[in-house]
């Protein structure tokens, strides 16, 4: 499965962003998805993801209540409404794809597919 991350930008401190990934070939319902980010000097950090199996969602902490991750299997299209940015939000944002729901999701080595990264900058 080869993914295409899109809709970063620039956003003011409160604002909203959408960002999808396509997917080029078939991602099935039962494959598990997320996004995680990397902002500058820190590591890839893990911050939504469907389990594929069950379809439930998990969050990082510190965006719980903002992000929403949605993926449309119709349109083999993953999501993550982005609400209430905060300048500490800004990073490179990645879709990943796995085939089978992993224990340690919130690792990035856990995952097999990646997208090439949107940047989402957010002024303050």
């Known amino acids: 499965v080869q993914l295409q991350a899109s809709g970063g930008g620039l956003v003011q401190a409160g604002g909203s962003l959408r960002l999808s990934c396509a997917a080029s070939g078939r991602i099935s319902r039962g494959n598990a998805v997320g996004w995680f980010c990397r902002a500058p000097g820190k590591e890839r950090q893990f911050v939504a993801a469907?389990?594929?199996?069950?379809?439930?969602?998990y969050y990082a902490d510190a965006v719980k209540g903002r992000f929403t991750i949605s993926r449309d299997n119709a349109e083999n299209t993953l999501y993550l409404q982005m609400n209430s940015l905060k300048p500490e939000d800004a990073a490179v944002y990645y879709c990943?794809?796995?085939?089978?729901?992993?224990?340690?999701?919130?690792?990035?080595?856990?995952?097999?597919?990646w997208g090439q990264g949107t940047q989402v900058t957010v002024s303050s």
């Open positions: 469907i389990r594929g199996d069950s379809g439930q969602k």
């Open positions: 990943a794809a796995r085939t089978r729901w992993h224990v340690n999701y919130y690792y990035d080595y856990n995952w097999d597919s």
